[in-house]
Antibody, heavy 122, light 107 residues
Framework: EVQLVESGGGLVQPGGSLRLSCAASGFSFNNYGMTWVRQAPGKGLEWVSSIGTAGISTHYTDSVRGRFTISRDNSKNTLYLQMNSLRAEDTAVYYC???????????????WGQGTLVTVSS | EIVMTQSPATLSVSPGERATLSCRASQSVSSNLAWYQQKPGQAPSLLIYGASTRATGIPARFSGSGSGTEFTLTISSLQSEDFAVYYCQQYNNWPLTFGQGAKVEIK
């Protein structure tokens, strides 16, 4: 069974940093691209960042580019999101998700982790 | 950025009835569209990809159609477990974008 378990969320002050982790199991992690999607309280889904299998190809939404860094450690089956210069508008549940297929251009996601809450507030 | 617009925002349907949700893209996304279901307090789950291919384990009452800029998710006979929020997502271009969501509620 594929499992994705996020961790690392919490309360942080504006301007602070957090690193989220997503531990993957039940599939060949190094064969699949991964992504982070966030959901602000009571709001819809917002794609944040995606990474290819080798960690070389990365993409970011404009609002986080230069502040967030996505990475992966295939030896540990773990996806990361380093978040710096956090703002109140980054407050959200952050989900990691696995690409549904190994084809690079097929960027739909299945399954998703349960999410970890990041709250940016003083 | 491709803007995805879902309608209606809320759909009130009785159990056993048909529900039809729409998703419009601001420019063509070919068939590179997925649908997700999200129940309260849960993570989203994949329903449809490639505009019309049901994900593994998804019941046949869920169907997707469309291409280009106009897409539809149809639930042929609503079951109690289908009352949820539904999102479309395009993966034709970066950045990936989601619709704002459509809530299917019990009438």
């Amino acid at each position: 069974e594929v499992q994705l378990v996020e961790s690392g969320g919490g309360l942080v002050q504006p301007g602070g940093s957090l690193r989220l982790s997503c531990a993957a199991s039940g599939f060949s992690f190094n064969n699949y691209g991964m992504t982070w999607v966030r959901q602000a309280p009571g709001k819809g889904l917002e794609w944040v960042s995606s990474i290819g299998t080798a960690g070389i190809s990365t993409h970011y939404t404009d609002s986080v580019r230069g502040r967030f860094t996505i990475s992966r450690d295939n030896s540990k089956n773990t996806l990361y999101l380093q978040m710096n210069s956090l703002r109140a508008e980054d407050t959200a549940v952050y989900y990691c998700a696995k690409k549904g297929m190994t084809v690079p251009s097929y960027n739909w996601f299945d399954p998703w982790g349960q999410g970890t809450l990041v709250t940016v507030s003083s | 950025e491709i803007v995805m617009t879902q309608s209606p925002a809320t759909l009130s349907v009785s159990p056993g009835e048909r529900a039809t949700l729409s998703c419009r893209a601001s420019q063509s996304v070919s068939s590179n569209l997925a649908w997700y279901q999200q129940k309260p307090g849960q993570a989203p789950s994949l329903l449809i990809y490639g505009a019309s291919t049901r994900a593994t384990g998804i019941p046949a009452r869920f169907s997707g159609s469309g291409s280009g800029t106009e897409f539809t998710l149809t639930i042929s006979s609503l079951q109690s477990e289908d009352f949820a929020v539904y999102y479309c997502q395009q993966y034709n271009n970066w950045p990936l974008t989601f619709g704002q969501g459509a809530k299917v509620e019990i009438k």
